[in-house]
């Protein structure tokens, strides 16, 4: 069957100049094929620039952390954390015991915990956990502390041995070094990108960069349970933990709803990433700087959309471009 993807693609282009990003990337699979691949613009906004392709790798910001909850899900699968219902202050050294309170791992790995940082590096706590939700990068901090610490090992280099190098992905990596393969971030479009690399790579820095393409694989492991070809590279029951609520139970219907810091469709609530005709059980990742992955079980789609600006979608509005696109996303699957 023909899909008319056009108007993907000029979602993504529109986007990308009113935001003015310097480079995009579409990535399309249906029942495991491409069936799309769209990349437009330059590795910067400076010339001279190298055109965007295929090997071209974005850093994909907070979108990580779906990178992170997998590691969550093996750390739960293989026993190392018990429940998501232990209390958190049981495995964080690194926080006082009193501010965590009754929080547990489910607090933390679904932005309801209730704990922010100020300027100056002190914890506070903001509401009771489970009591709202609150998108806060401490809980990602802690989390990546815990799970190097259970593994002896941490968890790039842990998923490096159990999924990227048994699938054969070459193009998903934590940076330290310039490349000329790595697209550069734009902070502000007056001023020359830059690459956005940390110093280390062992997951606590926002330096991951990875193709549009094994970011579409990334998404359709996830789709696949697991199977990359038939072959069980991850077990279905980690997929499972990392891609179905795993939230508390909110009073308030508008807050969202997580997986293992996915963003799962339950029934559609005002603030979450997913738009209303977006099926159950579908989950998508955001990063910062624009790329996205969406994934719809319902339909066998993955989709996942590529930009190099911070706050790319606004500061304001970035909902509403989110929630839109996943509607028509499903739009044209549906039919």
Known sequence: ?????????????????????????????????????????FHSNTAPSRRVTAESQFNIASARKSYLGLAVAYALYERKINSLDDYAADYI??????????????????????????????????????????????????????INKLYGKNFPELLSERVFIPSGWNQTGWHTEEADELVKVIVDPAEAGTHKLGDSKDGSQSNLHVSAREF???????????????????????????????????????????????????????????????????????????????????YNVVVAKMYNKRYNYGAGNYLYYLREFSNLVSDVFSK
């Not at 069957?1 to 399309?28: C, D, F, T």
């Not at 940082?117 to 489970?130: Q, Y």
């Not at 029951?237 to 990392?242: D, F, N």
């Open 1 to 41: 069957m023909r899909y008319n993807l056009e108007p993907l693609i000029h979602w993504v282009e529109e986007i990308k100049e009113r935001n003015q990003s310097s480079a995009a990337g579409l990535v399309i699979m249906k029942d495991n094929q491409l069936i799309l691949e769209h990349y437009s613009g």
């Open 93 to 146: 050294e690194d926080i006082d015991p009193y501010l965590l309170g009754k929080s547990t791992i489910r607090h933390f790995i679904s932005h309801s915990h209730g704990l922010h940082v100020t300027e100056d590096g002190t914890i506070f706590r903001e509401f009771a956990p489970g009591e709202n939700w609150a998108y806060r990068g401490i809980n990602v901090w802690a989390i990546t502390r815990l």
């Open 216 to 298: 579409a694989y990334w998404g359709n492991l996830h789709l696949n349970q697991g199977r990359i070809n038939g072959i069980q590279i991850v077990p279905n029951e980690v997929i499972r933990l990392a891609t179905t609520v795993q939230s508390p139970h909110y009073k308030n219907s508008d807050l969202p709803y997580n997986g293992l810091f996915w963003y799962v469709q339950a029934a559609p609530a005002a603030r979450s990433e997913l738009g209303s005709r977006v099926p159950k059980g579908s989950y998508q990742i955001l990063g910062v700087t624009g790329p996205t992955i969406l994934v719809i079980p319902e």
